[in-house]
Structures are given as structure tokens and as C-alpha cells.
């Protein structure tokens, strides 16, 4: 699944420099992910990195965009294919 930060955001700013794949942007009044982008970190890193340095614990799974790790990864290689 994607990730999803909740309006418990503080826009602290930490997460959005964490994101691998700049899925995380300053949203009007929180941050947003991008679910096209996010792939919860997989091909990069073991955990996501936005969900260990946030300090108040407002992200989430995303249930409107439900996917597998295969599928995480999957998109983590057409992601950097696209890149290069």
C-alpha cells in the first residue's frame, strides 16, 4: 500500500527530504503523498523512512491504495527506470 499522512501532521518538515522517490510534498495544510510515488520505501531501504522519523506517528497506510510488496517493488523499478 501506499502511506498517507493523517491531519495529525505538525509539518514539521522532516519527512518530505526522506522520500527516495519525492512522493512526499507540502500539501495547503499538511503534507501529501503521492500514491503513484510511494512505494513504501521497497528497493530502497528495509522500513519507511518518512515512518521512522516522524515524530508524532501521523502515517498511515493508505486502504484506497492497496498493494503488495511485489507490487511495491515493481513500481520501485519503473520508477528508477524512468529516472535514468
Given at each position: 500500500?501506499a ?15 526522506e ?18 510515488l ?10 519507511p523512512q ?8 501521523c ?9 503488495t510488496?511485489?507490487q511495491?517493488?515493481?513500481k ?9
Open positions: 500500500m502511506l498517507l499522512i493523517t491531519d495529525e501532521c505538525i509539518n514539521c518538515d522532516v519527512c518530505e527530504p522520500c527516495p522517490n519525492g512522493a512526499i510534498t507540502q500539501g495547503e495544510e499538511i503534507y501529501l503523498i503521492n500514491p503513484g510511494c512505494t513504501e520505501c521497497v528497493g530502497h531501504y528495509e522500513t518518512c515512518v521512522d522519523v516522524c515524530p508524532v506517528d502515517i498511515i497506510l493508505d486502504a484506497e491504495h492497496p498493494e510488496k511485489e511495491l517493488h515493481k520501485y523499478l519503473t520508477l528508477i527506470q524512468q529516472a535514468s
